[in-house]
């Protein structure tokens, strides 16, 4: 019976929060949600295997696994059936998005909904003002 | 006007009328059983007066406690479906957690003042609804700054190097809110001023609001975090 945290690289999908601050997020959202944390996973940057998660998966029998958000899981397509292969039965907290569940099923839906997010397309916020923000609504609002 | 020109080239906001009102009123009832104010009755008016009563900590501990409500947003947009379809399409990005907001009656209790939802981050593709679960006394609902006004306004402070400073915080007296009865929701763009002022009643006013926005267009801040994918049937 082992919750963990798992922190990764600074770049998360579109968001971009330091390790200190994932730890933040995470640690509020087990208090919220009544878990208790027992062991904190770093991951290395550069990487989003999740590789050291199921190497401690293997000894510690997780049961329960925090991650900041849904953009922290596997991308690459083996990556990903690893994952659900070994890691079935735990049961996932995405702290960003107040989600939680297990299986292969959930897992799959929720590296689905990640990956619409990427793909979505997105306006840079730092180029631009609230007046040209509003020439861009009335441009091209359907 | 058709509502989405209204929204875009008019008032910048709209009344409606709620499409499916058993969508609307399980809504309500949700609301109502997963309210924890355990000295009312079970229904919405009852739980208004115990809220009036409440303290801010209290109030706010209830808010935090609806976030558990988690198909709020879904049922609220399934409540106007063709409304929502002909503005963005049927495939959408949805507010994760949609918000029912507790206003409580009587001077010194917190108040929303002027601001535009882009402030928060959300796409300028954003639409807002905001419905009350009851009818709204005087001066209890939201007051909305016609979208030419509220543009002329982002244009003052811009000039200064500023949004949302004093010139819009200092708009909240002699606005009047927009009445509306159960059943009814304003719709509006997120360029839209907006904010409510004190109201006296023996009741609290609840309302929700859910923001959404057509898959096919940008985001802007909002994300995962926010937002989630959702297919309208």
Not at chain 1, 51 to 76: D, G, Y
Not at chain 2, 167 to 174: A, I, K, R
Request: proline share 5%.
């Amino acid at each position: 019976m082992t919750t963990a945290t798992v922190t990764t690289d600074i770049n998360i999908g579109p968001f971009r929060i330091p390790s200190n601050g994932q730890n933040m997020i995470m640690n509020n959202y087990a208090q919220r949600n009544n878990l208790v944390i027992e062991l904190v996973i770093p991951e290395p940057l550069m990487s989003n295997a999740l590789a050291t998660v199921q190497w401690l998966h293997e000894e510690r029998k997780l049961t329960k696994v925090i991650l900041s958000s849904i953009h922290q899981l596997p991308v690459n397509q083996d990556r990903i059936d690893n994952l659900l292969k070994n890691m079935e039965d735990v049961e996932f907290h995405f702290a960003l998005e107040g989600i939680s569940g297990r299986g292969k099923v959930f897992l799959s839906e929720t590296i689905k909904e990640a990956k619409m997010f990427i793909e979505a397309q997105t306006i840079d916020s730092t180029k631009k003002n609230w007046l040209s923000l509003y020439e861009i609504m009335i441009k091209n609002k359907k | 006007m058709e509502i989405k020109k209204e929204l875009m080239h008019g008032k910048g906001y709209a009344v409606i009328s709620i499409e499916n009102m058993d969508i609307f009123k399980k809504l309500r009832d949700a609301f109502i059983e997963k309210i924890n104010t355990s000295n009312a009755k079970k229904d919405i008016d009852s739980v208004r007066k115990v809220m009036a009563k409440m303290s801010k900590a209290e109030i706010n501990k209830l808010m935090v406690d609806l976030l558990k409500f988690n198909n709020l947003s879904e049922m609220i947009i399934n409540s106007c479906p063709t409304l929502i379809e002909s503005l963005c399409g049927k495939q959408l990005f949805i507010q994760r957690r949609a918000t029912i907001i507790m206003n409580v009656p009587g001077e010194g209790q917190p108040k929303q003042w002027p601001h535009y939802e882009l402030m928060s981050g959300v796409s300028p593709f954003t639409y807002i609804i905001w419905a009350p679960l009851h009818d709204l006394e005087e001066n209890s609902g939201v007051y909305y700054v016609h979208q030419k006004e509220s543009l002329e306004l982002i244009k003052k402070e811009q000039a200064g190097g500023l949004v949302n400073g004093p010139t819009v915080l200092n708009m909240m007296p002699n606005q009047k809110p927009t009445p509306l009865k159960f059943g009814q929701a304003i719709i509006f763009n997120p360029f839209v001023l907006h904010g409510n002022i004190t109201f006296n009643s023996k009741f609290a006013r609840v309302a929700y609001s859910s923001r959404f926005q057509s898959y096919n267009k940008p985001l802007l801040q909002k994300n995962s975090d926010y937002l989630k994918y959702y297919q309208l049937n």
